[in-house]
């Protein structure tokens, strides 16, 4: 097929080159971006005068038609072409003639694929956060439901201070609250339009830019067009936080499979969400916990890709930047996917709290407030620290945990003890006075809860309005 560019050249392609050049295979996906900017193209250029209103009429009109084909399926997208820019032009010249032709006035391919991609990014980035929102919902339900939930908190994956289930899953809240906080960043400051910026020096033709970018819900259009065609670092961005998402997921799932352990047993995954073995018929598999945390690489792999294609591009464009799609379209598929089954995960699983508890009492978690209890009766933390470190290697020989321990045996190890220590070192104590904001305390908790409650409201409520103006 001849080529949109081919009047320069006296020769076809090699066919080789031509593969290795071609996009379509790949930029297809971002059809309806590339239908979306053609449109409010044209309909700025009548109103500038560069096109008639029959012109405009007749343009909008047949792109409307490839769009609505293309997704019904009876309009394929095939590789006779070699981008998603030439398969809409093309066929919308085979349709409508000569006024097919002014489509591309005033534009290069390089702001219109610039403009593409930033549409397309915009999208997905209010697409993740969407998802983000919905995990969030699942994980505040988690919270409410489990303020007295008690569970070992670990240091150095060594069992530390007893916490509740509340705040453990409270923790990740935060992370991922992050992480739509630097979606919305991203999403603001990407939000300006390319298109006019020509191939790189913008445009003889008396475009209104501002009025494009309207058109197209951005904030205004960008300001040197040099940078406009050869930015991407909202794709950079983009995937920096996407990767971001992913290593909290990564950690979160890396947690569920230790819990999902023979060995822990804190959780039980609905049968949804695992496999068995071809060969051990008593496996339960945790294989999407582990399958989230394998595709974390890949969406790294993407943001080092297209952070090592772009270190060494000096302006303007350069075909290099073709590189950027592909990797990119693979790590947004895979976020939203990971997601999307994560969430699914989360909503089915079933908490031990009966085990969880006890992993608490049986990990000497309680051992901090024991010293406590102590200092409190007059011991200097120094020896009380020592003591306490006694206590747990008798408790240790004895198979016993510290409240299994008579008043006699603690006596033994310090004549400071009293009755009145099994209520100071219980979970319920240990976790009930640790009341500061941010303390899994459940009076502390409820407050959290709360100022959670209204973050998710508020943003739900607002969103369209905080992203889109």
């Known amino acids: 097929m001849a080529q949109l560019w081919g ?37 700025m250029l009548q109103k500038q005068g560069i096109l008639t209103g029959e012109e405009k009429d007749a343009i909008v009109k047949g792109l409307t038609q490839i769009r609505e084909e293309v997704e019904s399926g009876s309009l394929q997208i095939t590789s006779e072409y070699e981008d998603i820019h030439s398969f809409v032009e093309a ?36 697409q993740t956060d969407w998802l983000l929102r919905e995990l969030l919902t699942e994980l505040l339900k988690i919270m409410e439901d489990n303020i007295h939930t008690y569970m070992p908190g670990f240091t150095h994956l060594q069992k530390a201070q007893p ?86 997921l990564s950690r979160f799932c890396e947690e569920i499979i230790i819990w999902n352990s023979n060995e822990y047993r804190f959780v039980e995954i609905d049968d949804a969400y695992s496999t068995g073995s071809s060969i051990m018929p008593q496996k339960k598999n945790p294989d999407i916990a582990e399958l989230v945390r394998g595709k974390t690489g890949r969406v790294y792999g993407a943001l080092i890709s297209i952070l090592t294609t772009m270190k060494g591009i000096p302006l303007a464009y350069n075909k ?6 592909e990797l990119t379209f693979d790590a947004i598929d895979t976020v939203k996917g990971c997601l999307a089954l994560f969430t699914g995960m989360v909503k089915t699983m079933q908490f031990r709290k009966d085990i969880m508890a006890q992993s608490a009492m049986r990990g000497f978690t309680n051992a901090t407030d024991a010293a406590d209890y102590l200092v409190k009766k007059g011991v200097p933390f120094r020896d009380a620290h020592s003591i306490i470190g006694k206590l747990v290697l008798t408790c240790i020989d004895k198979n016993k945990s510290i409240d299994e321990m008579s008043i006699e045996e603690l006596k033994e190890i310090c004549d400071v003890f009293e ?35 209204d973050y998710l409201e508020d943003e739900w409520q607002n969103k369209d309005e905080e992203y889109l103006q």
């Open 7 to 43: 009047g320069r050249f006296t020769k076809d392609t090699d066919q080789l080159v031509y593969n290795f050049n071609a996009s379509i295979s790949f930029d297809q996906k971002f059809f309806k971006q590339d239908i979306e900017g053609s449109i409010a193209h044209v309909i």
């Open 91 to 126: 066929n919308l010249i085979d349709r409508i003639g000569d006024a097919g032709k002014k489509l591309h006035t005033g534009r290069s391919r390089n702001d219109q694929v610039a403009l593409d991609m930033r549409l397309y990014t915009r999208l997905e980035v209010l």
């Open 163 to 248: 916490v509740t289930l509340a705040h453990h899953v409270g923790a990740y809240f935060e992370m991922f609250k992050r992480d739509r906080l630097r979606l919305k960043d991203i999403y603001k400051r990407m939000n300006y339009c390319p298109l006019g910026a020509g191939a790189l020096a913008g445009t003889t033709y008396p475009l209104d830019r501002a009025y494009t970018a309207s058109l197209l819900g951005f904030e205004g259009p960008t300001l040197n067009s040099m940078d406009s065609v050869s930015d991407r670092d909202y794709i950079i961005e983009f995937l920096s936080a996407a990767a971001t998402i992913m290593m909290h």
């Open 320 to 325: 290099d930047m073709q590189e950027d799609k």
């Open 419 to 453: 009755p009145d220590v099994y209520d100071a070192i219980s979970l319920e104590t240990c976790v009930n006075k640790r009341l500061t904001l941010g303390a899994p305390g459940p009076e502390a908790m409820k407050d959290v809860i709360r100022i959670c409650k």
